[in-house]
């Protein structure tokens, strides 16, 4: 029966999730157990996408996200995918009514770090676009259920949270990304040059992203608040550290956040919740 493999998909794409992420296994958990298979098979089919161009270094990588791109495509018109984390996301692409223009901009922004890109405003805006904020509505668009109202009310902040998430993941992962991949993001910044001004400036416009999307996570849906609070937190607290963080260290070592320390985040921000969002 396609039931199972229906279930099988969902499995997987949660498997996926928890292999590739701890806090936002965390922040699923958190939400209503009715939304949690879409949001799994949200992030697997992005993560899908991202290791194709991060990971594949032995392999084409052009082609494979090629032929990834195609496979979506036949997936969301023929109603069904072989590839299970391509199935689950098909089936909650239509169930949530998903705009396709949402997935397109994020393969746009895919697309993008295969190509050595010299990153103005214009095309880093453009890229965390496409690779963040469309992840974001794209599970606002669970999390409102089809209440276009309520979307458009929350799509701003979505799109900071994602933007703040993605800024965050940039300076965790600056060693990484320049020396093994060869990218920097940020506009107008030689990597040469990067120093505690520098960052200082990069780290104010994210803490002003994150107060605002603040905003919006205290207008949530009480089936998604306090997951979406949850990984909020997990990636302030990474933020705070990356803050006491040298620029000279953080371009020679990432920083990350162990798991006994996400586990204590998790705790008190179930108690702010319950102080202060609700």
Excluded at 2 to 20: A, I, N, Q
Excluded at 50 to 71: C, G, M, N, P
Excluded at 120 to 144: D, H
Excluded at 154 to 180: E, H, T
């Amino acid at each position: 029966m396609k039931r199972l493999f229906d279930e099988l998909s969902y499995e997987v794409s949660k498997r996926t999730t928890k292999k590739y992420s701890t806090s936002f296994s965390l922040g699923i958990l958190a939400l209503k157990p009715s939304i949690r298979p879409a949001i799994y098979a949200i992030y697997g089919y992005v993560r899908l996408a991202d290791e194709i161009v991060d990971s594949f270094h032995d392999f084409d990588k052009a082609k494979l996200l090629s032929r990834f791109k195609k496979e979506t495509e036949l997936a969301l018109e023929e109603k069904i995918a072989l590839n299970p984390l391509l199935q689950s996301f098909q089936e909650t692409v239509h169930k949530y009514s998903i705009d396709k223009v949402l997935i397109d901009q994020f393969l746009h922004s895919m697309e993008m770090d295969l190509q050595q890109v010299d990153y103005n405003s214009e095309l880093y805006n453009e890229y965390i676009y496409g690779s963040a904020e469309v992840v974001g509505l794209m599970c606002l668009q669970v999390f409102t259920n089809g209440d276009k109202k309520e979307f458009e009310e929350l799509k701003p902040y979505a799109k900071k949270l994602g933007s703040a998430f993605q800024k965050v993941n940039f300076l965790r992962d600056l060693k990484d990304d320049y020396q093994i991949l060869g990218r920097t993001y940020f506009p107008g910044i030689e990597m040469e040059m990067f120093c505690n001004r520098v960052k200082c400036e990069i780290e104010k416009d994210i803490e002003q992203e994150f107060k605002e999307a603040l905003i919006g996570i205290r207008k949530l849906p009480v089936s998604a608040r306090f997951g979406v609070y949850l990984a909020y937190k997990y990636y302030w607290s990474l933020f705070k550290k990356i803050q006491k963080t040298s620029a000279e260290k953080i371009v020679t070592e990432r920083v990350r956040i162990p798991n006994a320390k996400k586990m204590t985040v998790m705790l008190s921000s179930y108690v702010q919740y319950k102080t202060t969002l609700l």
